[in-house]
């Protein structure tokens, strides 16, 4: 009977470490269900992923890119290369992206399963090296690990790195930093707190450091936009991170070398996905204080030098970071216009805001702007900061009784600190993608709370399980809703402006949207007129170019749908565009973006000599950028220039095999030249790409009867 008994358990035990695990994920699919059918939105995604080909492929000149790169900021080398992954199983259609996107969101919805996954195990790990020496594992661990994960991946606030197809780089890095904790706590079950500075941590502290040095000789950060070598080139980047492993491996305790340094190996694969992961290695430290014990007196020195080639990993990817946020003009507030005293209320807010929206995961938005003026009177920033001084109070006059809370708080003031304002890039005030790692903590202080109150309260045991079940239970429908509204681009500014109506930029995003996609001219002109009186309001107090911008493009709409105001729109939509150009110079928030509106702008107004240098300069600023290349060719067509023409357009056309317009003027451009074969190959492949298509239908049969002709 014990041996069925001690079998029975056994089995349990097996059905509980795989069960919860397969539930958790299982949940995660079912509460971002709706992003598994949505599509892209224009807040990044087009710039990021529609209209750059650079990273579309797996040959050594996309692969240098990725590795290279800091487009549109972060530096992200395998986020990209997800992105790549995802392309070679089902390409992209940038003009027409419905049919592939919802692959680019499974691939983003797995890597937060998987993320769930190792928080999940993580989480056990935790709690069975934190209980004290001698006591029973809790068989309430399980669960309370899966309550936690639960917390953290089923959570509404989650729904900006997952169904946001631009964040990928949160949940990849998210995932790859949960596998490095999961790993650790195999190393801190091998490796006691190290007693002295023995030699080889001092060798692991020299090899570390020289890494950095290595690296920083071999990797110049003297272009703004690219990485590129330095005077040692690409043998000291590999010797850079040969000196880096040493590190680790020197570092590291003989018992739990190898887990170690596959845990190490884990955080570059993070670091090299968003580099926000940086925080680890201080959340080691704030596990080495509790629960762990090993920040003992005498012991400091020596378990800080343990961590060495981790803080050297994140001294390079913070370097990194600062170099990625500063190639964008102007996304760095300047310490003027956002004065530190506005930075600390920022924070403050900050601060509060994660842990209200934990608790209230309501009328979550894309964007809280940042206004142009913080004030302590305001409540939201006064009331914040009363908030915070009462909690830190009671952490203090708590930390014996309450050890875990504490620990808690310190991991999540930890981890949201790069992302308060201190250092503000953006327009934002907050985001809800930064409590993708904020929050973490709270998942690991469930692991914490929960044993520890079932088996305090026993009677009321069955409430705090059926409590516990409940709220991961409620919050699926809620994350259900919060992705449904990043669906499209419609339902994304739709809900924005209901949450916040008072604020400019998502009613005019979600109106010029709306146009953009209306057929019928009146409703058009109607929909776009109404953007342009909020834009035009919002320029009263927001006088940021982008404003003026969004103006020359409301505009553009309108010439294109009554032929009676065209020249007057095209006028008016130059002037816009000149002074948007102007004050991006003036305010130092210029960018190649600029030079491409601007040239369309004057070849809207018939100025095409105007518009060619504009367009030449953004071309040479991205040359695989099809917009630019179409534009540029259209342009030289309209010119006479037909030669120029057919260039641009032919590589427009390898870079958008499906798109009718750059065929249809490439064939014009042939045509001209006396190319008959090639105007009659392209006209062809317009008709491919939309049958019946009138203009080339009628020109292939002119040229044909030409031909025909010709040979009579």
Known sequence: MAEASATDGSRAARVATLGYPVVLVALVFVAFGPALSAGFVNWDDEAALLQTHEWRGLAAENLRWMFTTNWMGPYQPLAWLSYAFDHAAVGLNSFAPTAQAPRYHLTSVVFHALAAWFVYLAAVRLGRLARPRGAAESPWLRFAAFVGAGLFALHPLRVESVAWVTERRDITSGAALALALWLWTFYLERAPSPRSLGRRLWLGLAASALAVVLFFASVSLADPTRLTFGPLGA????????SWLAGVLLSGCANGRVFHAVAALCFLVALL???LALVLPVWFLVLDAWPFGRLRRGHVAATLLEKAPWFAASLVFGVLAGWGQRSIPGVLANWTDHTLSERLLQAGFGLAFYVRKTLAPFDLVPLVGLPPEL????PRFFVPLLAIVAVVAFAWWQRRRAPALAAARVAYVVAVAPVLGLTQAGPQLVADRYSYLGC???????????PWAIERFAGTRATFVVLALGVLVALVPLTRAQAAVWHSTDTLWRHAARVEPQSSLPRALFAIDRAKGLTDPADRQRVVE??????????????RPLMYAGLAYAHQLLWELDPDRRRHDALLALTLMQRADELARARLEWNVDYAFNLGTAYFNAGRVGEALPHLEEYVRARPRHFGGRFGLGFAFLRAGRAFDARRELELAVELEPGDVNAWGNLAMAAEKLGDRSRALECYRRVIELQPGHPTATARMRAMTDAGAEAKQ
């Open 273 to 275: 996905c968003k580099g």
């Open 375 to 378: 004030r302590l009177a305001e």
């Open 440 to 450: 973490l903590p709270f998942a690991f202080l469930a692991v914490a709370a929960l």
């Open 530 to 543: 109404s953007s342009m009186l909020i834009v035009e309001e919002a320029l009263k107090h927001d006088q």
């Open 235 to 242: 043998v000291g980047l590999a010797l850079a991170l040969a």
